[in-house]
């Protein structure tokens, strides 16, 4: 049931008309998409992540995105991958259950609906995940939904 409440769709951030990532998130972490050139050999591609800062590029050039995170992130559960010519990087965050309107501190944040949409489906997430008996994907909040972090006491640790 977990996976009806997954992301529907991933957000996408553009400089200009290039598109720079894609990202989506769940209760746990953050997850982006960078298309990398087919031309150039990912081996040569690096990721470097820091509590509060991520670092892309290929060997021997400027970096590709250098830039600080919104909020921080576990750097010994985060980590990135290549398949079929995209970099996956998976960010662990530091204080699950918060909603982030970006991945990048300051660079294409999620309109105020946008944001109350990713707030209110990672609410229905940390629902289905404290009460793995019920189906919260059809359930609805009115009127404004409360964080994910702090209602009813905060978020359950195992």
């Not at 209760?27 to 087919?38: A, G, H, Q, R």
């Not at 010519?85 to 944040?109: A, V």
């Not at 990672?122 to 209602?151: H, K, V």
Request: aromatic share 10%; proline share 7%; with cysteine.
């Amino acid at each position: 049931m977990a996976e009806k409440l997954a992301p529907e769709k991933r957000h996408s951030f553009f400089h200009g008309s290039q598109k720079v990532f894609e990202w989506d998130q769940t209760l746990d972490e953050v997850n982006m998409y960078i298309n990398l050139p087919k031309e150039v050999p990912t081996k040569l591609f690096y990721c470097k992540i820091q509590s509060k800062h991520v670092e892309v590029g290929i060997k021997g050039n400027p970096p590709y995105m250098n830039h600080d995170l919104s909020s921080p992130v576990k750097t010994d559960s985060s980590f990135w991958t290549i398949e079929d010519d995209i970099l996956h990087i998976t960010l662990q965050k530091r204080d699950k259950g918060q909603t982030w309107s970006s991945p990048i501190e300051g660079q294409g944040q999620l309109d105020p609906y946008a944001a109350d949409l990713e707030q209110k489906r990672l609410m229905l997430q940390r629902f289905q995940e404290e009460n793995p008996g019920f189906d919260f994907s059809q359930a609805q909040f009115s009127g404004n939904c409360p964080d994910p972090r702090t209602f009813m006491g905060g978020i359950r640790s195992d």
